[in-house]
């Protein structure tokens, strides 16, 4: 499989785990309710899940973004552990894409 995504949240309301998680950016300046309910709702596409990819799929993850999918054509390989940190000793061998949207599923 060379791309995946997790799953959509469309508009809805946060629940009170969202508020939790996500309530210190949502004081930021500008952003609020309205903007966290705007990131949750988004779509966002990440071309390569490896040593820049990797880092950028977990701070959108991370942020709240709805939907993220992903595609890299790659297998992991052991000589990518050590930089491409959503990769593990388990997912060698794995499509990157995949590998990378079961860490952000976790």
Do not use: F
């Not at 309910?37 to 709240?64: D, E, H, M, N, T």
């Amino acid at each position: 499989m060379a791309s995946s995504s997790s799953t959509n949240n469309e508009l809805r309301p946060l629940s009170l785990d969202e508020y939790k998680r996500y309530g210190r950016q949502m004081i930021m300046p500008g952003w609020g309710l309205p903007g966290q309910i705007k990131v949750k709702g988004a779509r966002v596409a990440v071309v390569g899940a490896g040593g820049l990819g990797c880092p950028c799929l977990q701070y959108l993850a991370g942020a709240g973004v709805g939907t993220i999918g992903v595609v890299d054509h790659d297998t992991v390989d052991s000589s990518n552990l050590h930089r491409q940190v959503l990769h593990t000793s388990p997912t060698v061998g794995m499509n990157k894409a995949r590998s990378a949207a079961t860490a952000m599923n976790a």
